[in-house]
Nanobody, 114 residues
Framework: VQLQASGGGLVQTGGSLRLSCVAS????????VGWYRQAPGKQREWVAG???????NYADSVKGRVTISRDNAKSTGYLQMDSLRSEDTGVYYC?????????WGKGTLVTVSS
């Protein structure tokens, strides 16, 4: 299984970005999808997750500003980020887990400028 995250970029404070995570293989529908981020000089932290059944959870720091979703037909997970703040800057990673697997994708950089 390979994961490819994309959609990062430079955005101004208050702007929006949608990150995508495409998985190869045929197991996407049975795994959970998680998004994590790592800010410069900080540890990687969990941002949001969605189960195979579609239940979503969010870190308090992004709740109300971020929406996680998935399209099993496209083997793709999404992270819609709105009202971005400077503290949202970092490298964002997707991860799929479940059924005995645990894969991380390469990150995509999000930079929020004031």
């Amino acid at each position: 299984v390979q994961l490819q995250a994309s959609g990062g970029g430079l955005v101004q404070t208050g702007g929006s970005l949608r990150l995508s995570c495409v998985a190869s293989g045929s197991i996407f529908s049975i795994v959970g999808v998680g998004w994590y981020r790592q800010a410069p000089g900080k540890q990687r932290e969990w941002v949001a997750g969605i189960t195979s059944g579609g239940s979503a959870n969010y870190a308090d720091s992004v709740k109300g500003r971020v929406t996680i979703s998935r399209d099993n037909a496209k083997s793709t997970g999404y992270l819609q980020m709105d009202s971005l703040r400077s503290e949202d800057t970092g490298v964002y990673y997707c991860r799929i887990t479940g059924g005995g697997i645990d894969y991380w994708g390469k990150g995509t950089l999000v930079t929020v400028s004031s």
